[in-house]
């Protein structure tokens, strides 16, 4: 699964610009009333206006061998969160290392290098170095109900955890991670998760799929 386009509600637009263009440096694809959008790497990043707003948790995929230097490129920028003293985090289940730290809306963004997808890179890290959206969190009241809609109607695979908790569904291109809200919030900080919507293009097998998250429900668009 690869994750082509992510439309995010914001509800400080003009401050979202700045962090994202100005802050991080990433590149502007079109700027209009009320929507812009950013290239991260091979998928479209866009937030639009909305009062409907509420926090996210999403992820670049960096290369695999860069998280150190990813971290110093970061640190010159924003605050990096911790887990206790770490910086940078060991997922050693998934053969990855990660570190985040919170937009201007206080979503709290994720860099991961992936060491199976074995992308090392010899560039010096810059905002040019974003692969693609690889994660989008997706929290629920119910999570067997989003599990049977992401394995039975779009065909994709269970990467990790149980639909009792916490489940990523997808691949380490692009997963949905799922949690159940009333059981799980945001990691590093413990933040409330929200049933935050949003609309994802995904492409599965040369498939694509349009699928909007509102009101903790699935929809498929032009279905």
């Not at 637009?13 to 009320?34: H, M, N, P, T």
């Not at 289940?93 to 860099?111: G, R, S």
Request: hydrophobic share 35%; aromatic share 14%.
């Amino acid at each position: 699964m690869r994750i082509r386009e992510l439309t995010l509600c914001t509800n400080h637009l003009e401050e979202q610009f700045d962090f994202y263009s100005r802050i991080l440096g990433i590149e502007v694809i079109g700027k209009r009333a009320g929507k812009f959008g950013l290239k991260i790497g091979e998928s479209i990043l866009h937030f639009i206006e909305s009062k409907n707003f509420t926090p996210y948790h999403f992820a670049f995929n960096i290369p695999s061998n860069k998280e150190t230097e990813a971290l110093a490129w970061l640190k010159n920028k924003v605050s990096v969160l911790k887990d206790e003293d770490h910086e940078i985090i060991d997922f050693t289940a998934w053969n990855a290392k990660a570190m985040y730290f919170y937009d201007y809306d206080m979503n709290i963004v994720e860099f991961i290098a992936r060491k199976n997808l074995k992308k090392d890179s010899d560039e010096t890290f810059t905002s040019n170095s974003l692969i693609e959206i690889s994660e989008i969190g997706t929290a629920t009241q119910d999570l067997i109900e989003k599990h049977h809609f992401l394995t039975d109607t779009i065909g994709l695979s269970q990467y990790s955890g149980s639909p009792e908790r916490f489940c990523a569904i997808g691949s380490e291109n692009g997963l949905f991670i799922c949690i159940d809200k009333n059981q799980k919030d945001w990691y590093p900080n413990s933040d409330k998760a929200f049933s935050s919507d949003f609309n994802i293009k995904i492409e599965t097998e040369n498939k694509l799929w349009n699928i909007e998250f509102k009101n903790d429900t699935f929809t498929l668009i032009n279905a």
